[in-house]
């Protein structure tokens, strides 16, 4: 019994690893990386601007241009897209377009990365579930998902969004024609 569930476990992994559709961000184990230059390598698909607290600052969201094209077809993101959201502390100042204008800094507070997938490969993974991989990365280490349960750590904040797939999509104006 043990050799047969080692076995099909193996053959799940290889066919996670093989199928290079899914998402280049996720391991055979479902550990979530941040992608690199996402900021060039993804479209914007628009911003939110907290102005007070733990959260402030510019929520700049990025997804892969494929991700975008296939949500304006079918309302839905596709198996695998990625959506990354980027937390920038922010300054005012005045300028000559008007008094008091915001504008994102260079620091960045964290990173939060959802994975779309649409298939459950994962049920076991407590990072994965409602059809989604759930990261967050911290500035000091930008290659470890701090997250590691997705009901007590991300979930609270999307699930007002239940009714677009825990996705806030009103502020993406690039999901739209």
Known sequence: MSVMLSASFLMASEAIADD???SPYVDT??????PDDFRISMVHLGSWFVPEGAASGFHDVYTEKSSAQAYRKTGKFPD???LVKELRASKTGDYTTGQG???AVTDVKQWFVMIKDAKGRFSDNKIWGEGWGWGL??????????SSNYKADCLGCHLPAKNTDLVYVGAYPTLGK
């Open 20 to 22: 290079k559709s899914f």
């Open 29 to 34: 184990q479902g550990n979530i990386s941040l």
């Open 80 to 82: 695998g897209a990625t």
């Open 101 to 103: 204008v915001g504008h």
């Open 137 to 146: 990365y911290k500035p000091d280490n930008r290659s470890k998902n701090v």
